[in-house]
């Protein structure tokens, strides 16, 4: 026989798990109502599903929140973001109005062990990292759910609902005061994330009727927090929570239901069978969207607290900034595991500087203040309107977000192509309107993804207005300065009346030092974040992330 603690971490492993319930009651149902016209892959069937929603226009989603005994890292980031992302693409781009729902544990023995541990009470301990996690959330650019809900606020509920899957012959008490899921009861349909057949044999503990049955209420421990319910003192089990707070909100029926895979065993199973026991139905969460782990590189273990190998979001913040982590997230699929290394971060990093870069030269061309070949217009005309359809088509094909970076990044190639800088004006027609056309719409798809180019959190907008104006000054004031020193006295006249080659201009001897200060500003305000460029007797300028070397300052 094969021990329990082995099929629980067989289990866990969803992408090698292959089986399917053989009973009718196991297998998915597919949902009637409104057809969005997307598909996305359901880990209930493990494969991509059309995506239907109960009514038009309008998804109900529950995500299972952070247990708050610690501060949140990168793995937790991964998650939200990636779902964070789905949820934009919903709603800005096929108008589905999301209502989401996330649950806080503010009550578990993690909880209780670590405000033992500083002798602080596990609810002040609790709160101290739920705020920070909404900081964090805040700071990552996380839209916030419609609602937070606590474990601790809703007790009275958690009872109820565990008192009528008793009724409902699903669940049994213990001499001890513990309460149990039964799993026998509910037979095969027991596993519909991840199938048992007949491996769970090995004995468990001795009140358990099964091994696999699980805990909804647990009798309190000397020195742990309790609540009054009908069979003594105790605290809700881990996953009765999450069933009662979302059948609260959505009652019988959740169109998707969100969460990290390690979370689709047992957290997700037991809210699986703890609903349809409660709500005597074959099926309560129509799709299961499980994001993957996030690695650290050379590691194939999981980002994790419990095995010390993690970043804050806090730390990670200090050297990074929120768009380089979205565009992170972006450039994988979302269900998909992901390395996190100097290498990746470089990647987001210089695929936000080149879109950035586009929109700046574009803007820069559009204003006249560089000079061109003649365009292609028809040709990017085109090419926008392919981008536009790849986009379309890949975010409606289980949110693919890798197809839509590679679409934007092409588009970008094209338009770069025809921004070749030439010295002098050949007067040739111009053609701005594309351009805008084109950022315009490269700012508005990565709006909708999360990614501000626009920058408008980055600074105080005060503040913001102030350097805008401030550098824009200093720039013009260079710009005079380096025209001055790059004139030669005299030398405009000749050349204009010579119908030879005029020489190569040469600045004046004593304008040297002008022209090599000149280079030194520009130099200098790179690692301050200030960008410009050089264009023939005019230049430009962009505000770029100043990245701060917290690590260097610290040593």
């Not at 866990?12 to 319930?21: E, F, M, P, Y």
């Not at 503010?106 to 705020?131: T, W």
């Not at 709500?279 to 273990?301: A, P």
Request: hydrophobic share 35%; aromatic share 10%.
């Amino acid at each position: 026989m094969r021990p329990f603690l082995t099929l629980v971490r067989n289990a866990a492993s969803l992408v090698s798990t292959r089986a399917v319930c053989s009973e009718s009651g196991s297998k998915w149902i597919k949902p009637a109502g409104y057809d969005t016209g997307l598909k996305t892959y359901n880990s209930l069937t493990r494969q991509k599903e059309p995506l239907v929603l109960a009514k038009e226009g309008v998804a109900t989603w529950y995500s299972c929140g952070p247990t708050v005994y610690d501060h949140a890292h990168l793995g937790h980031a991964c998650s939200y973001v990636r779902f964070d992302i789905l949820q934009r693409i919903l709603t800005r781009l096929f108008g589905i109005n999301v209502t989401h729902v996330m649950v806080i544990t503010d009550i578990d023995d993690k909880i209780i062990q670590r405000g033992l541990e500083e002798n602080v009470s596990p609810f002040v301990l609790a709160r101290m990292y739920e705020e920070e996690f909404k900081r964090d959330m805040m700071a990552l650019k996380v839209l916030p759910p419609a609602v937070y809900m606590r474990v601790t606020e809703n007790i009275p509920q958690i009872v109820a609902f565990i008192e009528g899957i008793i009724s409902n012959g699903h669940a049994y008490a213990t001499g001890q005061g513990d309460v149990y899921f039964d799993t026998r009861s509910i037979g095969s349909r027991y596993g519909k994330l991840v199938n048992f057949g007949d491996a769970a044999e090995a004995p468990g503990v001795k009140e358990k009727r099964d091994p696999r049955d699980f805990a909804l209420w647990k009798a309190s421990k000397p020195q742990e927090p309790y609540w009054m319910s009908p069979w003594g003192r105790g605290r809700p089990g881990w996953h009765i929570e999450c069933s009662t707070i979302a059948s609260s909100v959505f009652g019988s029926q959740l169109d998707i239901h969100s969460g990290g895979l390690d979370l689709a065993f047992p957290h997700h199973e037991n809210e699986i069978a703890q609903c349809e026991a409660y709500h005597k139905c074959d099926q309560w969460g129509n799709y299961f969207l499980h994001s993957g782990h996030l690695h650290l590189k050379g590691s194939s273990e999981k980002m994790s607290k419990s095995l010390k190998n993690y970043i804050t979001i806090k730390d990670y913040l200090q050297s990074h900034s929120a768009n380089e982590f979205r565009l992170f997230c972006l450039l994988t699929k979302y269900r998909s595991a992901i390395d996190y290394s100097d290498a990746s971060m470089n990647e987001a990093r210089s695929t936000l500087s080149a879109i950035s870069a586009f929109i700046h030269n574009a803007q820069a061309y559009m204003q006249g203040q560089l000079l061109c070949q003649t365009i292609q217009e028809s040709f990017l005309w085109e090419r926008l309107s392919a981008a536009q359809a790849s986009v379309q088509s890949a975010l409606a094909d289980d949110f693919d977000t890798p197809k839509v970076m590679d679409a934007i990044m092409s588009l970008i190639y094209h338009g770069n192509c025809q921004l070749q800088p030439v010295t002098k004006s050949n007067g040739t027609s111009r053609s701005p309107a594309v351009f805008g056309a084109m950022l315009t719409y490269i700012r508005d798809i990565m709006d909708v993804l999360g990614v501000d180019l626009l920058d408008r959190k980055e600074f105080h907008d005060d503040l913001s207005g102030v350097l805008h104006n401030v550098v824009e000054q200093l720039v013009r004031f260079r710009s005079e300065v380096r025209n001055f020193a790059l004139s030669v006295e005299g030398q405009a006249t000749q050349d204009l009346q010579n119908s030879v080659q005029p020489p190569r201009k040469k600045p004046h001897p004593d304008r040297v030092p002008l022209l090599k200060a000149c280079d030194a500003l520009r130099k200098d305000l790179v690692p301050l974040g200030v960008q410009i460029k050089d264009r023939g007797t005019t230049s430009t300028w962009e505000i770029t992330q100043q990245q701060k070397e917290i690590k260097d300052k610290k040593s």
